[in-house]
């Protein structure tokens, strides 16, 4: 009789690394998470060791193998899923110089300007999708290790991305794919090649960068030493992966233009489907390379749930204690009270922008604020203004891709902030649109990795097949007509807000 045939997806993201084991049906047979702090010398920096990432995917797989207790040769691939921009320069020895600069990190303010004055914004958008080259993009930060860390600069052997690190270390090959390239700006969407004038301007060559792949295409068996740390099997293929947002929406089943994603992870990402490239006009909307070959995606991202762990941790240390004692999440405890708060938070509006504000403003210099607040006010006030902060930030993509012709009609939540029932009726309310969760809403970014495993050593013939039979409708919220007007104000409020601090947030700090 054959084995049952599982799949393992990894997800690794910002602040946590998940690890989930699938079958063919799509039933999560186990997972885990693994949780690290970034490093912050600064305000501006923001660090981790790329070992730091390997020992939470390591804990995680070893940890997914002894709850589902299955046999390790029954897992037949491997995909990952991974934060995009964070850059991990390696020596030829295939050691890392330095500790990971995280794409939150916004030190290369001076390198981008530079980068802008150079190539034309309307030239760049149209070769890499990004509407303007910003201190998060990998050529920010590889012209700012060269101008101040020159020593590191000239041993560098391979610049890599997360994923193509996780790919080497466990095959010995270094790729990379589109959907996680298309954000270094040294990449062409169209052609699907280096970019060589901006390669020629940071004064590196192709044979510092990976080899280009396309997501989910098989790259080889897992290496015997790496087989025995992890507990896996050397029979198990490791496939290219994909950035973790186009991961998501495929393992939430936006798949097709019509239905976007939002992801309310460490960070806020939104990705709408597109057959083709669609740039806009108005150089407000980025445009990625999606996990599904020759298709692609408009794709924001910003600060998300990042801003409400940071809320959390300076302001709810008591629901924390209480938390750990009665063994529930804080942020369950943090729902209880923001529920208790009427639509609007009585005024307050937050600008949720702590590492600078991301398209369509695309503002390095942008930070957060908390306006409107009186001593009536609480800390559950701010904890809903932290929420409708999020949605207003939906809201303001959602009118981009409306202008630019691309119809919305339902919108699927992923990621920890899916599983907030009052955080998605506040987005639903704000948007005015269905929000909608899935089975796997918090495993989507892994789901989608899994998938794209299995297409990769034939179990699926096309992605749409496991996305039909793997993912499942769970909940749907519809708008509240009640909070519109309420919502409407908050909205037109906040965008005011954000217009009229633009040449406060110049000065300096």
Request: charged share 25%; net charge negative; proline share 5%.
């Amino acid at each position: 009789m054959r084995d049952t045939e599982y799949l393992l997806g990894i997800d690794i993201g910002t602040t946590s690394t998940k690890v989930a084991l699938f079958d063919l049906m799509g039933t999560t047979i186990a997972s885990m998470t693994r949780e690290y702090q970034l490093i912050t010398p600064s305000s501006l920096e923001v660090e981790l060791d790329i070992e730091t990432f390997w020992e939470s995917f390591k804990d995680g797989v070893k940890g997914v193998l002894s709850k589902s207790n299955i046999k390790p040769g029954q897992i037949k691939a491997l995909g990952i899923s991974a934060q995009g921009e964070t850059l991990v320069p390696i020596d030829k020895n295939e050691k890392p110089l330095r500790r990971s600069i995280i794409w939150l990190d916004n030190r290369a303010q001076e390198e981008a300007e530079i980068l802008n004055n150079k190539f034309n914004d309307n030239t760049s958008y149209h070769i890499t999708g990004q509407i303007k080259l910003i201190p998060t993009w990998p050529a920010s930060k590889i012209l700012w290790i060269r101008r101040h860390e020159p020593d590191i600069f000239n041993q560098v052997y391979k610049y890599l991305l997360v994923e193509d690190y996780f790919i080497w270390k466990l095959t010995g090959v270094f790729v990379s794919e589109g959907s996680l390239l298309c954000s270094t700006c040294y990449w062409n969407i169209v052609t699907k090649k280096w970019w060589d004038e901006m390669l020629d301007f940071l004064k590196i060559i192709p044979d510092q960068l990976p080899e280009i792949r396309e997501p989910g295409e098989r790259i080889g068996n897992i290496l015997p030493n790496v087989a025995r740390e992890l507990g896996l099997s050397t029979e198990t293929i490791v496939s290219t992966g994909a950035l973790d947002q186009a991961c998501g929406t495929i393992g939430a089943g936006n798949i097709k233009p019509g239905i976007i994603t939002e992801n309310i992870g460490a960070a806020l990402a939104i990705c709408a489907t597109l057959e083709k490239p669609k740039f806009d006009e108005k150089k407000r909307m980025p445009i990625f390379y999606h996990a599904i070959p020759d298709t692609y995606m408009a794709h924001t991202f910003s600060i998300g749930g990042m801003a409400l762990r940071w809320f959390r941790d300076a302001f709810c240390q008591s629901e924390m204690d209480v938390a750990n004692l009665v063994n529930i999440s804080s942020y369950q405890l943090i729902d209880n009270e923001v529920n208790q708060i009427p639509p609007g938070s009585e005024g307050i509006i937050m600008l949720p922008h702590l590492q600078g504000a991301m398209p369509p403003e695309t503002n390095p210099k942008a930070k957060g604020v908390f306006f409107g607040f009186t001593l009536k006010h609480k800390k559950p006030h701010f904890a809903r203004s932290v929420m409708e902060a999020i949605a207003c930030i939906i809201r303001r993509n959602l009118d981009v891709l409306e202008d630019m012709g691309i119809k919305v009609n339902e919108v699927r939540a992923l990621g920890g902030g899916a599983r907030s029932t009052i955080w998605n009726q506040i987005i639903a309310d704000v948007i005015k649109r269905p929000v909608v969760t899935t089975l796997h809403d918090e495993d989507a970014a892994c789901l989608g990795a899994a998938i794209l495993a299995g297409k990769a050593v034939g179990l699926f013939n096309k992605i749409e097949d496991a996305v039909n039979n793997m993912v499942i409708i769970k909940d749907r919220y519809q708008p509240n007509g009640n909070n519109f007007r309420v919502y409407d104000e908050l909205y037109h409020k906040y965008i005011k807000l954000y217009d009229s601090l633009t040449e406060v947030f110049k000065l300096p700090y």
